[in-house]
C-alpha cells in the first residue's frame, strides 16, 4: 500500500511544526493544501516516524484562564479541616442458643449437626438435627432465612413443578 506521505507532503508538514501549529491545525491544512483527508493522529504519527526536534514552543497566553475564589476550605485551620475519624464497629459474629459438642469430623454420626466452630482446628456442634437438614434448630435459624427452609420431600416437590429449570438440554453439536 503506498503512502500518503510524499516528501512535498512531508515538506509541508515539517514546516507546520516548525511554526508550531498542533497536529490538528497542521492535519487540516494538509487537507485543505492537498486535497484528501489528513488525521490529526496521521500527522502526530509522521512527526514521531520523521523524529522532528527542535521545536521549542512558548506557552499561549492569549487564552484567559478562569480565577476561583478560594475555597473557605483554605481559610480553616488544619484542626477544622482534617475529618474525624470514625473506629469501626468490631466484628460480633451471630451466635445460636446451641450448646455445641465440639466433636471431630471424624466422630460426626448421621443426625449431627454439623456447624462447624473454630478457625484452622474445625470441631463441629454435634447435637441433634432437624429431619432432613445438615443443622440443629438454633444453626438452622442461624444460617438459614426461615421463610425458604423445604424439607428434602418438598425439595422435590419443587423440583417436579419446576422441572424445566433442573433439566440439563443437551445441544447437538
Same mark, same amino acid.
Request: hydrophobic share 30%; proline share 7%.
Given at each position: 500500500?503506498?503512502?500518503?506521505?510524499?516528501?512535498?507532503? #512531508?515538506?509541508?508538514?515539517?514546516?507546520? *511544526?516548525?511554526?508550531? %501549529?498542533?497536529?490538528?491545525? !497542521?492535519?487540516?491544512?494538509?487537507?485543505?493544501?492537498?486535497? &484528501?483527508?489528513?488525521?490529526?493522529? %496521521?500527522?502526530?504519527?509522521?512527526? $514521531?516516524?520523521?523524529?522532528?526536534?527542535?521545536?521549542?514552543?512558548?506557552?499561549? @497566553?492569549?487564552?484567559?484562564?478562569?480565577? +476561583?475564589?478560594?475555597?473557605?476550605?483554605?481559610?480553616?485551620?488544619?484542626?477544622?479541616?482534617?475529618?474525624?475519624?470514625?473506629?469501626?464497629?468490631?466484628? #460480633?459474629?451471630?451466635?445460636?442458643?446451641?450448646?455445641?459438642?465440639?466433636?471431630? &469430623?471424624?466422630?460426626?454420626? @448421621?443426625?449431627?449437626?454439623?456447624?462447624? *466452630?473454630?478457625?484452622?482446628?474445625?470441631? &463441629?456442634?454435634? !447435637?441433634?438435627?432437624?429431619?432432613?437438614?445438615? +443443622? !440443629?434448630?438454633? @444453626?438452622?435459624?442461624?444460617? *438459614?432465612?426461615?421463610? @425458604?427452609?423445604?424439607?428434602?420431600?418438598?425439595?422435590?416437590? $419443587?423440583?417436579?413443578? $419446576?422441572? %424445566?429449570? &433442573?433439566?440439563?438440554?443437551?445441544?447437538?453439536?
Amino acid at each position: 500500500m503506498a503512502s500518503i506521505w510524499t516528501p512535498e507532503r #512531508i515538506g509541508s508538514a515539517k514546516t507546520l *511544526y516548525n511554526v508550531g %501549529s498542533s497536529a490538528a491545525e !497542521c492535519a487540516a491544512i494538509l487537507s485543505r493544501e492537498f486535497g &484528501f483527508s489528513v488525521t490529526r493522529n %496521521s500527522v502526530v504519527g509522521l512527526w $514521531h516516524r520523521q523524529k522532528f526536534q527542535g521545536r521549542k514552543l512558548e506557552p499561549d @497566553h492569549s487564552r484567559s484562564r478562569r480565577t +476561583y475564589e478560594p475555597r473557605r476550605a483554605a481559610a480553616l485551620s488544619n484542626r477544622e479541616r482534617t475529618p474525624k475519624k470514625i473506629a469501626p464497629e468490631p466484628f #460480633i459474629p451471630k451466635t445460636a442458643d446451641a450448646v455445641p459438642l465440639n466433636l471431630s &469430623f471424624d466422630d460426626l454420626q @448421621h443426625g449431627q449437626c454439623r456447624y462447624p *466452630y473454630g478457625d484452622r482446628d474445625f470441631t &463441629f456442634c454435634g !447435637c441433634q438435627t432437624v429431619p432432613g437438614q445438615p +443443622y !440443629c434448630e438454633p @444453626h438452622q435459624q442461624l444460617c *438459614y432465612n426461615r421463610n @425458604h427452609i423445604m424439607s428434602r420431600t418438598e425439595w422435590k416437590q $419443587h423440583q417436579r413443578k $419446576h422441572k %424445566s429449570k &433442573f433439566q440439563t438440554e443437551v445441544v447437538a453439536a
